[in-house]
């Protein structure tokens, strides 16, 4: 096989973007909170980027030849004179360098004792980490009072409970004697001790020993719902109450009365124990009433966002031809990273109060009236109407919260999709969902509407010929049950 070079021309299109707009999409698509973080992020990796102080008196205007200026000479001690002006001019020099330290923004005097600390303030109000439910049950199997084997056996079913609460492994899969020094039963025994601990129902192979566990433990006596659970488990999961009342020979009201008390077990008793991370939701667009009581007005949350500049010290060492050619280039390559910075947030502040107020306009009637007068919007004809690309509508919202009369809600759940009623009108999906949860919840429980039956609701109510699969997977979407788990005796 014979290898040669060769040389071809071919013309062809590529588009690349460029840094400052990687950046700039970047901080687009960050909601505030992360926002504020990647500007402490930049103030700690920029040098020259500092926060503006607003109360700040304006600088002198720079003098055009800098190289003449007194201050600037260099200080030459000489043998032959008394040399005392230019020890007056190195005193007044220190003073005028005392007042720079005190005024400039980026070189920050000590904090004095009394002062309180920021940052200490903030560990010091930071919640502790949560206990986990494995070191939970750990620390109380230790107190527990076993045989050797046993306790063995009990921390290796420990290390095999879920985040729910339920053993995740048969006893079966557990008993290796190579590895272990218990049995069997040792692991049944074992099993037993940890379910008595707490939160109670922890250790259970199933829903079914949960409940039982639970209801053995109970402050109150719970022998009935036991003898449900044991004997009529099949009869309970398919609503069959009369079979039921049949075989515990007892009224439908004493099986309600007792499916009524089950209902305050806990079915995932895991989850009460155990770290649950609560994610901080903080509005970015703020929508109000307008004082004239016209229509709406459109705001940033934007306060907590601080404003930035250059500093004004490292912009005229860029400029200062005196400054030696590296330290210039770093401090202009510095001085174009901030200002493309501050001019992507800039952007994004700009972007997202056009998208929100676009919106706002055609999402008029909800804001007026509720979520069943949301209307289909696409992010297309937000685009066009802000003039900008859709990809750039995708990240303007994506992550976004508006705080409305209606509440604090994702600003994309604004553009949905929908259909037309018989008048022509649209009705977004979201409409015709929350009119499917008012029929079900108005509907007579003793005889509860099929999904026929709702999807003829649903036209009745102006929603339009709606499909019976939609309803049935809009059903199953909002985790209503069919008509007859529904059922009330």
Request: hydrophobic share 40%.
């Amino acid at each position: 096989m014979k290898m040669q070079m060769t040389g071809q021309m071919r013309m062809e299109q590529r588009m690349k973007l460029a840094p400052r707009m990687i950046q700039s999409m970047e901080v687009l698509q960050l909601p505030l909170l992360a926002l504020q973080e990647k500007i402490e992020a930049e103030l700690n990796s920029n040098p020259v980027l500092e926060l503006a102080d607003d109360n700040a008196e304006a600088e002198a205007p720079l003098e055009a030849d800098t190289a003449e200026r007194v201050d600037q000479a260099e200080l030459v001690v000489r043998e032959d004179s008394n040399n005392v002006d230019d020890f007056e001019r190195l005193d007044s020099l220190g003073e005028d360098f005392a007042d720079y330290i005190e005024s400039t923004a980026s070189i920050r005097p000590l904090r004095s004792s009394g002062d309180p600390d920021k940052k200490m303030e903030a560990l010091q109000n930071t919640a502790a980490g949560q206990q986990s439910l494995h070191e939970y049950l750990s620390e109380q199997w230790r107190l527990v009072e076993a045989e050797g084997p046993v306790k063995a056996a009990g921390q290796k079913i420990i290390d095999y409970i879920d985040d729910k609460g339920y053993l995740s492994v048969r006893l079966e899969q557990l008993c290796i004697p190579e590895k272990n020094d218990f049995a069997l039963e040792h692991l049944q025994q074992a099993l037993r001790l940890v379910q008595s601990l707490e939160p109670t129902g922890v250790g259970a192979r199933d829903v079914r020993e949960c409940l039982l566990i639970q209801m053995a433990q109970y402050a109150e006596d719970m022998a009935f719902e036991m003898q449900i659970v044991l004997h009529c488990w099949d009869d309970l999961l398919e609503n069959r109450l009369p079979q039921i009342a049949r075989k515990m020979n007892g009224s439908l009201d004493q099986v309600n009365y007792a499916i009524s008390r089950m209902s305050k077990l806990d079915t995932s008793p895991g989850l009460q124990v155990g770290r649950q991370d609560n994610h901080p939701i903080t509005a970015d667009v703020i929508v109000e009433p307008n004082e004239e009581g016209a229509g709406y007005a459109v705001s940033l949350a934007d306060t907590h966002v601080p404003n930035l500049r250059v500093n004004k010290f490292y912009s005229r060492m860029a400029r200062d031809r005196e400054v030696d050619d590296k330290t210039r280039d770093f401090l202009q390559q510095n001085i174009r990273s901030a200002q493309w910075f501050m001019d992507a947030i800039e952007q994004r502040k700009h972007t997202l109060l056009r998208v929100a107020q676009v919106v706002v306009d055609r999402q008029k009637e909800f804001f007026e009236k509720g979520q069943l007068y949301l209307k289909p919007l696409p992010m297309g004809a937000v685009a066009e109407a802000v003039g900008v690309h859709i990809a750039t509508v995708s990240r303007a919202v994506a992550g976004k919260y508006v705080q409305c009369p209606q509440g604090v809600l994702p600003l994309r759940s604004f553009f949905t999709g929908g259909t037309e009623d018989q008048n022509g009108e649209s009705k977004s999906w979201d409409a015709i969902r929350a009119r499917l949860q008012q029929i079900v919840d108005a509907e007579d429980k003793a005889n509860p509407l099929n999904d026929d039956q709702l999807r003829d609701k649903l036209a009745e109510a102006g929603m339009g010929n709606i499909a019976r699969r939609t309803v049935a997977k809009y059903r199953k979407l909002m985790n209503i049950p069919t008509a007859r788990f529904r059922k009330k005796y």
